[in-house]
């Protein structure tokens, strides 16, 4: 995981025709960890939407470099609003495929649950948990396989004061071994030295004629 | 990657089975139209068996297409898609898990309940044998074809109908040599090898297209 470096360069990110962003460069080092904030709607998550491969970025580069044979895309982990979760399936089994889809297993699904708080409801179908057991089994993946950066959207939201504090160790805990993370949010995660963006509106994309909104 | 395949490949069985998912749906509902269709046309038993294979065909086609619409958006809706392309495996290998995966459970039992469906209809016994065997090696190419447009369809919120639209006329081919192999086994003047060997080539060209294909319309969505 030594030497791993992701540089972002000028991303810009289009949805819709409508310029989102533009300007956006970082570069993450291991054991770094980046917030990023921004109003509502101002591109936070499409950033990590870009950063996982999900959207196309409009202009800009994304370099990902000392990786070996491995793209980005199998060296990230990421946890969105949606929960990514079968809810027909118990919190074990989810965690169970998580852990042979992903490759690089580390700890067992029950271990991952427990260090999150949830070993009660290892099988317990995710249908029947609450939002914040469901984060908490989302935010458990990220135990389970073995991967150096986290893309973490709104990691906190739902999660109670505790489990809050639980995530805030996690997220200490893969720093010192290494690992990078990038995260929005808009409550503070109070993590050690993490670098801080904000996302702004581009004004490009304010000022357009004839923009009705 | 083999992996990757199998613990997909597992999920996805596991899910189909835990809620009761398309697999049994699909089956109940070809049992409905082959039952459907002997009240409607009367009980002319060598009628029914004369059409019997291509109503046999098209309920299958019909029951294929029944749950195919939710094969990628269900993944779409609670985020499992983003996490799908996070695999250490190409995109194509997750879309072959899946479409074996919803074979399994839809396909697979159409080709084993024919010929109790086949007594509905007055098939003879070679014509079970032929059903079974044509559904078998038919229904594969069904299943990758329809994949291209549940993927193109996936984050549409009701594409159920716009897959049918999209998918059906692909189908054609795989319907017609389908039935004629059926046919061929119950008499007439073309050999069953013929139309058999060209069904099989459907399935395994729509394997690769249907993968490939399927997997581009996920990588460009969204």
Known sequence: MRGLRLSVNNLACDRGERRIFEGVSFTLQPSEALVITGRNGAGKSSLLDILAGRLHPAAGAILFSEAGERTLAECLHYVGHRDALKAALTAEENLAFARDFLGNPALKPGEALDAVGLAHAARLPVAYLSAGQRRRVALARLLVAKRPLWLLDEPTSALDTASQETLRLLLESHRENGGMIAATTHSPLFLTDAKEIRIERSPSAAILPGDGA | ?222
């Not at chain 2, 919120?157 to 319907?175: C, E, K, N």
């Open chain 2, 1 to 222: 990657m083999i992996r990757s395949f199998r613990a997909l490949l597992i999920r996805d069985l596991k899910l189909a089975a835990r809620v009761g998912g398309s697999g049994v749906m699909g089956l109940i509902f070809f049992l409905m139209i082959v039952t459907l269709i002997p009240f409607a046309l009367g009980p002319d038993l060598n009628l029914l068996s004369r059409i019997g294979p291509a109503i046999l065909w098209i309920a299958a086609l019909l029951a294929t297409l029944i749950g195919l619409d939710r094969l990628f958006q269900a993944d779409q809706e609670d985020g499992s898609l983003d996490l799908l392309r996070l695999s250490p495996a190409p995109l194509e290998i997750v879309v072959l898990a899946k479409v074996v995966a919803y074979w399994l459970v839809t396909g697979l039992p159409l080709a084993v309940a024919a010929p109790f469906l086949g007594l509905l209809v007055a098939l003879s016994p070679e014509g079970m044998l032929a059903m079974v065997a044509t559904l078998l090696v038919g229904t594969p190419a069904l299943t990758f074809v329809g994949a291209v447009g549940a993927a193109l369809t996936s984050s549409l919120r009701r594409g159920g109908l716009i897959l049918a639209i999209l998918v059906l006329p692909f189908m054609i081919p795989t319907l017609i040599f389908g039935v004629s192999a059926a046919n061929a086994a119950l008499g007439g003047t073309i050999p069953f090898a013929t139309p058999f060997l060209i069904l099989i080539a459907l399935s395994l060209i729509a394997a690769v297209v249907g993968t490939v294909g399927a997997a581009a319309a996920l990588r460009s969505g969204e």
